[in-house]
Nanobody
Framework: QVQPVESGGGSVESGGSLRLSCKASESTFNGLCVGWSRQTPGNAREGIAV???????GYADSVKGRFTVSRDPATGTVFLQMDRLKSEDTGMYFC??????????????????WGQGTQVTVVS
């Protein structure tokens, strides 16, 4: 079983950048979609970005143009580059993977294995 492990969260000023990483413990994400979801204060968890097993990507409107999801082919690590951060981006960010060769979409409904999350705090 592929267990995602997130890292890279922290505190940053509004307008700044952070890069989150997601590694698979004891395996790789080969053939799997990998996505990012977040839970912001007072809101339900929402899917924001995905990289499919074929390398295509998808984004929620709230992050499109500011966030970029990518995969390192050498290590299989998936990254979420977050630029022009806003205070409303503050929340817990989760990495998750889906069934083999399944096209997941960014909303996250197909994800079946979740990481523990990493906190992102954007201060004004």
């Amino acid at each position: 079983q592929v267990q995602p492990v997130e890292s890279g969260g922290g505190s940053v000023e509004s307008g700044g950048s952070l890069r989150l990483s997601c590694k698979a413990s004891e395996s790789t994400f080969n053939g799997l979609c990998v996505g990012w979801s977040r839970q912001t204060p007072g809101n339900a968890r929402e899917g924001i970005a995905v990289i499919e097993s074929d390398g295509s990507t998808g984004y929620a409107d709230s992050v499109k143009g500011r966030f970029t999801v990518s995969r390192d082919p050498a290590t299989g690590t998936v990254f979420l580059q977050m630029d022009r951060l806003k205070s409303e981006d503050t929340g817990m960010y989760f990495c998750a993977s889906g069934p083999p060769y399944y096209r997941c979409g960014y909303r996250g409904r197909a994800y079946n294995i979740w990481g523990q999350g990493t906190q992102v705090t954007v201060v004004s």
